[in-house]
């Protein structure tokens, strides 16, 4: 009895890993390269020789771009490398001048990657922010580590940190803070969880911060994401629905707060263990009952909000705004 329950439980961590696996190749190539064209980049060559790249961005949110020629000639600037933000949804990548004005500039090719994020933004660290349930709510916190470094030896992203919170009902998640929606996933039902890592496969939203972070939320039930890309949301703004303990002990909301901070982006490993983390994250402070505080795993925290981390990042013109409209 106990060697046939000793391969069940190999073949079940075969058949978790493979899972895990599969997951992990969807999301790095989702996250760098097979976005469906997210961003499409066209040239443009102007009367006085100098050569444009533009750019139409199709998604929410900014994103870093790395331009690559090779061949280049007739150029101010030989750099055959250059790193570019895209912000708006159309506008101008980069701009060559000619050396000689009177010859067009000439290259063999060129190659565009990209990746979404502000590459090495201003944080700010000293932000507090709210958990994400509404005032009142006890929640119990868990750290969550790394599939691929936990499963396949790849270098752990600098400063990880990832959050797991568990209610006792089902409940409404919110918004940690204001920022605008840049991406929603929803399309999974609960099948694959784990307290003890940080997987992939689940439904989840994406809000860009003013200082360039990006909130990942996941583990919501299906058609239970309560915002589309594009949303201007607030500081404690639902933004989607947990599983019900009742019916599933898959019911839990997956947290983590990261920035673009690698340029090293242009290249796709052939191995995960080479796999190499672009984003750096970071371990908040968060208001609770007992005060502000970084979060102890497998403790009990109630949710807090004041006015304070409501305006906390509003100009006078949109607290006026507000206020008039309460």
């Not at 994020?117 to 994400?132: A, F, H, Q, W």
């Not at 994401?225 to 002990?249: E, R, S």
Request: hydrophobic content about 30%; overall charge positive.
């Amino acid at each position: 009895m106990l060697k046939k329950l000793t391969i069940f439980n190999k073949k079940r961590k075969l058949l978790y890993m493979k899972k895990i696996t599969l997951l992990l190749c969807i999301v790095s190539c989702m996250n760098l390269y097979c976005q469906t064209k997210a961003v499409i980049f066209k040239t443009k060559k102007n009367s006085d020789k100098s050569l444009d790249i533009i750019y139409e961005k199709s998604v929410e949110g900014n994103y870093t771009a790395i331009v690559e020629f090779t061949g280049l000639e007739n150029v101010s600037d030989r750099q055959a490398r250059h790193i570019c933000k895209i912000k708006g949804q159309r506008g101008l990548l980069l701009k060559l001048r000619a050396k000689d004005p009177e010859k067009s500039i000439t290259y063999d090719s060129y190659r565009t990657v990209y990746i979404r994020g502000r590459l090495k933004p201003k944080v700010n660290k000293d932000y507090i922010y709210n958990l994400p349930f509404k005032k009142g709510k006890t929640v119990k916190s868990y750290n969550l580590s790394n599939v691929s470094k936990k499963y396949f030896g790849s270098k752990l992203p600098t400063n990880w940190k990832a959050y797991g919170f568990k209610a006792k009902d089902t409940d409404t998640v919110v918004s940690i803070r204001k920022g605008t929606v840049v991406r929603i996933k929803e399309d999974h039902h609960h099948e694959l969880d784990s307290i003890s890592s940080y997987t992939s496969e689940s439904n989840k939203v994406y809000i860009e911060h003013k200082d360039g972070t990006i909130a990942r939320y996941s583990g919501f039930i299906k058609n239970g994401v309560l915002v589309q890309p594009g949303d201007k949301v607030l500081p404690n703004t639902p933004i989607g629905i947990m599983p019900d303990p009742k019916k599933t002990d898959k019911n839990m909301l997956k947290l983590t707060i990261s920035y673009l901070s690698s340029s090293e982006f242009r290249k796709t490993p052939t191995k995960l263990k080479d796999k190499v983390a672009h984003y750096t994250y970071i371990t908040p402070k968060f208001l609770t009952t007992e005060g502000i505080l970084e979060l102890e795993p497998k403790k009990e925290y109630t949710s807090d909000f004041t006015e304070e981390i409501l305006f906390s990042e509003f100009s006078k013109r949109e607290k006026k705004k507000y206020m008039a409209n309460k």
